[in-house]
């Protein structure tokens, strides 16, 4: 089976701008969960998609959003970017949550 | 307290020693437990999972997890400089269903 892909690999933007961010997970796998890391406070949990649905939450600001599309496929958005948004984003997939997640290569996101 | 916590490190290691990796979690009612390496600039890779108390082994690696003391722990066995990596300790909290990490040991086999 092929794995989780993620594009872009890298980005960058300047302060205010938006950026789209998008994950293919491994075929079967129905959620899809997004994950912030940077050096000093590790990975942080975003959200996390099922079948469409949003799931779960973690603890960002409005500005960080996303979806999932009918093939799984996940999109994760952040508006008004700012410079402290500068760090890797992952994608990980599974059957379910509680399983196993397996990890993108991830997109790392410069914002200057 | 912290919702899942490993030691950062840096956790040196002769070659050939056993490299023991410790995390704690605050859920007692968690259910599931995983164990990730993540290499400098790479995303993380699952090792192992463990459900029950006991230990579980595959290969060179041993984990092992005592829900009445809310720990688990990794031992690698025969470490190589290959292992060299940061290991994420991640928990399935049982109130709310997120996967929690911990923000990872830095391991270095010392050759």
């Known amino acids: 089976k092929a794995g989780v892909t993620q594009t872009p690999r890298y980005l960058i933007k300047t302060r205010g701008q938006q950026v789209t961010l998008s994950c293919s997970p491994i075929?079967?796998?129905?959620?899809v969960s997004w994950y912030q890391q940077t050096p000093g406070q590790g990975l942080q949990f975003l959200f996390e998609y099922f079948s469409e649905t949003q799931r779960n939450k973690g603890n960002f600001p409005g500005r960080f959003s996303g979806r999932q599309f009918s093939n799984s496929r996940s999109e994760m958005n952040v508006s008004t970017l700012e410079l402290g948004d500068s760090a890797l984003y992952l994608c990980?997939?599974?059957?379910?949550?509680?399983?196993?997640?397996?990890f993108g290569p991830g997109t790392r996101l410069l914002v200057l | 307290q912290k919702e899942v916590e490993q030691n950062s490190g840096p956790l040196s290691v002769p070659e050939g020693a056993i490299a023991s990796l410790n995390c704690t979690y605050s859920d007692r009612g968690s259910q599931s437990f995983f164990w990730y390496r993540q290499y400098s600039g790479k995303s993380p890779e699952l090792i192992m999972s463990?459900?029950?108390?006991g230990d579980k082994e595959d290969g060179r690696f041993t984990a092992q997890l005592n829900k009445a003391s809310q720990y688990v722990s990794l031992l690698i066995r025969d470490s190589q400089p290959s292992d060299s990596a940061t290991y994420l300790c991640?928990?399935?909290?049982?109130?709310?269903?997120?996967?929690?990490f911990g923000k990872g040991t830095r391991l270095h086999i010392l050759p």
């Open positions: 990980a997939s599974s059957s379910n949550l509680q399983e196993t997640q397996y």
């Open positions: 463990i459900y029950s108390n």
């Open positions: 075929s079967g796998h129905r959620s």
């Open positions: 991640a928990v399935s909290m049982n109130r709310d269903d997120k996967i929690i």
